[in-house]
T-cell receptor
């Protein structure tokens, strides 16, 4: 089935640093979604991408839909303590009946 | 004003027991889902219902039985609980059965089987 691979699996950074993470697949996706999960909570949608090459921002977050439609990237600029959490990429399977998720990138920030 | 609410938040029970998790959404969405998040945080779909009809039933043991009395509710009943059922279970909803616009998730039910 369609699978999503995220890297890195975890990141340890200093407050104020920029963060980059990506998500790749062997299959083409027509939509890429980025979610964040805070401890003890459910995932929350951050950014949705619908067109190859699309670049979309949400505050300090910027995500890009890869040209090949097999990858997506998420950048966080000037990280702050509340950015801590697990970031998931997700995409609808063929037929769009369900979302598959990457295994997540866990972000830890040292103050 | 919680959009997708699950109860209980925590559930600790013994092996062999039967338990239920309830989910309600007030977003007017047509489709609801159950996802399981394992200890490595991997999210995997279990079931989806669209307007009370079962749409997706992944390879989940028969001990798991979802029930949707109306499109705003999707409950999960688990029989004969096993240690391996320990996980966080998330309910989610979407406007329709096309997943392109993403889901709204509840805050999860952490199930611990001892």
């Amino acid at each position: 089935g369609q699978q999503l691979n995220q890297s890195p699996q975890s990141m340890f950074i200093q407050e104020g640093e920029d963060v980059s993470m990506n998500c790749t697949s062997s299959s083409i996706f027509n939509t890429w979604l980025w979610y964040k999960q805070d401890p003890g909570e459910g995932p929350v949608l951050l950014i949705a991408l619908y067109k190859a090459g699309e670049l979309t921002s949400n505050g300090r977050l910027t995500a890009q839909f890869g040209i090949t439609r097999k990858d997506s990237f998420l950048n966080i600029s000037a990280s702050i303590p509340s950015d801590v959490g697990i970031y998931f990429c997700a995409g609808p399977t063929q037929g769009a009946q369900k979302l598959v998720f990457g295994q997540g990138t866990r972000l830890t920030i040292n103050p | 004003d919680t959009a997708v609410s699950q109860t209980p938040k925590y559930l600790v029970t013994q092996m062999g027991n039967d338990k239920s998790i309830k989910c309600e959404q007030n977003l007017g969405h047509d489709t609801m889902y159950w996802y399981k998040q394992d200890s490595k945080k991997f999210l995997k779909i279990m079931f989806s219902y669209n307007n009370k009809e079962l749409i997706i039933n992944e390879t989940v043991p028969n001990r798991f039985s979802p029930k949707s009395p109306d499109k705003a509710h999707l409950n999960l009943h688990i029989n004969s609980l096993e240690l391996g059922d320990s996980a966080v279970y998330f309910c989610a909803s979407s406007q329709n059965d096309r997943s392109n616009y993403g889901y709204t998730f509840g805050s999860g039910t952490r199930l611990t089987v001892v």
